[in-house]
C-alpha cells in the first residue's frame, strides 16, 4: 500500500513541534497581541478571497467553466489543423469521443495491417552513444525519439529534420549508465535516470536540466509519464515506488509492495501505475486509493511491462514466457512460453523487453538473449 516515508512523517513532526514552542514563547513575550495579529490575517484572507474571481462558484459552475476552458483550447489546436470555415461541433465532438474512448479503454485501432506491409529489411541506423544503448522513448507523435546508453549519455533525435542532439550530460564527460527515459505527452519534458539514483529532468523547450530529484537509493531501472500531464512514476531496485509532481519538481509519495527489485513501470490516463519485478509478480497501484493489485503467473523474474489499454498489458520474464493479461483477473489471459525458443542448455531466452502499441492489438518484444524482435497481435 502507498506509503509516505518515515523520514518526512518525523520531519513534519519535529517541524510541528518546534513550531508550537515558537508559538507558545511568542504569546508569553507579547501577551495578547497573538489575537490581533490573527484577527488581521484573516481579515486579509477574506479581502484575498474576494478578489478572487472564482471565490463564489459552486462545484457545478465550476466543472461548466473547466469544460467550457478545454474546448476552447481543443478549438485552438484544431484550427492549426484545418481552415477556420471547417471548424464546427462534429469535429469537436469525434475529438472528444475519441479522447473519452481513449482514457476508457474503448477505442482500438487497427494497425497489424501496417507491419505486414513494412518492409523491415531497411533499417534506418542511428549513431551516437560511445556505450551500448539501454533504453528508447518516443514522443507521442513520434517525431522525437530519446535514447540512453551505459555511457551515462542521453541523446534525442528529431526523426523529421534527422538531427541529433546530447542532452545529458552537458559537458563532454561521461557519467553513470542511464537505463531508462520517458518523454512527456506534450513533448515538454524528458526524464532520465540510472544507476546514479537521481531522476534527470530536461526541458525541450527551454533547452536545458531543470533538476535531479533525488528520493531512491539505488539503481532507477523504470520512469513512465502519466497521460497528457506532467505526473511521473519511477520503479528502483530499492524495491519502492515513487510519484513525481514535475510541475512543481516535488515529490508525491512512496509506493511499498515488492519484495525485491522492480524492473520496469508504465502508465496510461487513468491515476494508476504498472510495475513488475524480481518477486515474479506484476502490480497495478491505484494511487488515490491507496491500494494494489498483484498479478502472478510467471515462474522467473519479470524484466518487462507494457500497458496496451487501460484494461490490458503484457509482461515478459526470465522464464521466457510473454504473457497478455486484464486487469480484471489475476491470471493472464493467454501464455506464449519460449517466444524466443530454447538455448543450447534447454533453457528458455529471456524476454528482456516489450512495448504496445497504446490502444491497439499488437506489441513487440524483444531478447538479448535471442537477438531478435517479434511482432504479435491479439
Same mark, same amino acid.
Given at each position: 500500500?502507498?506509503?509516505?516515508?518515515?523520514?518526512?512523517?518525523?520531519?513534519?513532526?519535529?517541524?510541528?513541534?518546534?513550531?508550537?514552542?515558537?508559538?507558545?514563547?511568542?504569546?508569553?513575550?507579547?501577551?495578547?497581541?497573538?489575537?490581533?495579529?490573527?484577527?488581521?490575517?484573516?481579515?486579509?484572507?477574506?479581502?484575498?478571497?474576494?478578489?478572487?474571481?472564482?471565490?463564489?462558484?459552486?462545484?457545478?459552475?465550476?466543472?461548466?467553466?473547466?469544460?467550457?476552458?478545454?474546448?476552447?483550447?481543443?478549438?485552438?489546436?484544431?484550427?492549426?489543423?484545418?481552415?477556420?470555415?471547417?471548424?464546427?461541433?462534429?469535429?469537436?465532438?469525434?475529438?472528444?469521443?475519441?479522447?473519452?474512448?481513449?482514457?476508457?479503454?474503448?477505442?482500438?485501432?487497427?494497425?497489424?495491417?501496417?507491419?505486414?506491409?513494412?518492409?523491415?529489411?531497411?533499417?534506418?541506423?542511428?549513431?551516437?552513444?560511445?556505450?551500448?544503448?539501454?533504453?528508447?522513448?518516443?514522443?507521442?507523435?513520434?517525431?522525437?525519439?530519446?535514447?540512453?546508453?551505459?555511457? #551515462?549519455?542521453?541523446?534525442?533525435? $528529431?526523426? &523529421? /529534420?534527422?538531427?541529433?542532439?546530447?542532452? @545529458?550530460? +552537458?559537458?563532454?564527460?561521461? !557519467?553513470?549508465?542511464?537505463?531508462?527515459?520517458?518523454?512527456?505527452?506534450?513533448?515538454?519534458?524528458?526524464?532520465?535516470?540510472?544507476?546514479?539514483?537521481?531522476?534527470?529532468?530536461?526541458?525541450?523547450?527551454?533547452?536545458?536540466?531543470?533538476?535531479?530529484?533525488?528520493?531512491?537509493?539505488?539503481?532507477?531501472?523504470?520512469?513512465?509519464?502519466?497521460?497528457?500531464?506532467?505526473?511521473?512514476?519511477?520503479?528502483?531496485?530499492?524495491?519502492?515506488?515513487?510519484?513525481?509532481?514535475?510541475?512543481?519538481?516535488?515529490?508525491?509519495?512512496?509506493?511499498?509492495?515488492?519484495?525485491?527489485?522492480?524492473?520496469?513501470?508504465?502508465?496510461?490516463?487513468?491515476?494508476?501505475?504498472?510495475?513488475?519485478?524480481?518477486?515474479?509478480?506484476?502490480?497495478?497501484?491505484?494511487?488515490?486509493?491507496?491500494?494494489?493489485?498483484?498479478?502472478? #503467473?510467471?515462474?522467473?523474474?519479470? $524484466?518487462? &511491462? /507494457?500497458?496496451?489499454?487501460?484494461?490490458? @498489458?503484457? +509482461?515478459?520474464?526470465?522464464? !521466457?514466457?510473454?504473457?497478455?493479461?486484464?486487469?480484471?483477473?489475476?491470471?493472464?489471459?493467454?501464455?506464449?512460453?519460449?517466444?524466443?525458443?530454447?538455448?543450447?542448455?534447454?533453457?528458455?531466452?529471456?524476454?528482456?523487453?516489450?512495448?504496445?502499441?497504446?490502444?491497439?492489438?499488437?506489441?513487440?518484444?524483444?531478447?538479448?538473449?535471442?537477438?531478435?524482435?517479434?511482432?504479435?497481435?491479439?
Amino acid at each position: 500500500m502507498p506509503k509516505r516515508s518515515r523520514a518526512s512523517t518525523a520531519r513534519s513532526s519535529k517541524n510541528g513541534r518546534a513550531a508550537a514552542q515558537e508559538l507558545e514563547s511568542d504569546v508569553e513575550s507579547d501577551g495578547g497581541s497573538i489575537e490581533g495579529e490573527t484577527m488581521a490575517s484573516s481579515a486579509q484572507l477574506h479581502d484575498d478571497l474576494e478578489d478572487d474571481p472564482f471565490f463564489a462558484e459552486t462545484a457545478d459552475e465550476k466543472r461548466a467553466r473547466m469544460a467550457k476552458d478545454y474546448l476552447q483550447k481543443l478549438d485552438q489546436t484544431i484550427s492549426g489543423e484545418v481552415d477556420a470555415a471547417e471548424i464546427d461541433d462534429e469535429i469537436i465532438a469525434h475529438r472528444l469521443r475519441q479522447e473519452t474512448a481513449e482514457a476508457s479503454g474503448r477505442l482500438k485501432r487497427k494497425v497489424a495491417d501496417q507491419f505486414k506491409e513494412y518492409d523491415f529489411g531497411k533499417a534506418d541506423v542511428r549513431r551516437g552513444h560511445k556505450g551500448a544503448a539501454t533504453c528508447v522513448s518516443c514522443s507521442r507523435d513520434d517525431a522525437v525519439v530519446v535514447t540512453g546508453a551505459k555511457d #551515462g549519455t542521453v541523446m534525442k533525435w $528529431d526523426i &523529421v /529534420s534527422e538531427t541529433k542532439q546530447r542532452i @545529458f550530460p +552537458s559537458s563532454k564527460k561521461f !557519467g553513470p549508465s542511464i537505463m531508462t527515459t520517458a518523454v512527456s505527452d506534450d513533448g515538454n519534458l524528458i526524464a532520465m535516470a540510472g544507476q546514479a539514483s537521481k531522476i534527470h529532468v530536461y526541458d525541450s523547450r527551454a533547452g536545458k536540466l531543470l533538476d535531479d530529484l533525488s528520493g531512491h537509493k539505488g539503481l532507477i531501472s523504470g520512469v513512465a509519464f502519466r497521460r497528457n500531464s506532467h505526473e511521473l512514476f519511477s520503479g528502483c531496485f530499492d524495491r519502492t515506488g515513487k510519484v513525481w509532481n514535475l510541475d512543481e519538481m516535488a515529490y508525491v509519495e512512496s509506493l511499498f509492495g515488492h519484495y525485491s527489485e522492480i524492473t520496469s513501470m508504465d502508465a496510461m490516463h487513468g491515476e494508476r501505475a504498472l510495475s513488475c519485478g524480481m518477486d515474479r509478480t506484476v502490480r497495478l497501484w491505484k494511487i488515490p486509493e491507496e491500494t494494489q493489485l498483484v498479478f502472478r #503467473g510467471h515462474h522467473a523474474a519479470i $524484466d518487462c &511491462v /507494457s500497458m496496451v489499454n487501460e484494461e490490458c @498489458f503484457v +509482461s515478459g520474464s526470465q522464464d !521466457g514466457a510473454l504473457s497478455l493479461w486484464s486487469t480484471k483477473k489475476k491470471k493472464p489471459l493467454s501464455v506464449i512460453k519460449a517466444a524466443h525458443g530454447l538455448r543450447d542448455t534447454g533453457d528458455a531466452n529471456w524476454v528482456s523487453s516489450v512495448a504496445a502499441y497504446r490502444v491497439s492489438k499488437c506489441f513487440v518484444e524483444s531478447s538479448k538473449h535471442h537477438g531478435h524482435e517479434h511482432i504479435f497481435a491479439q
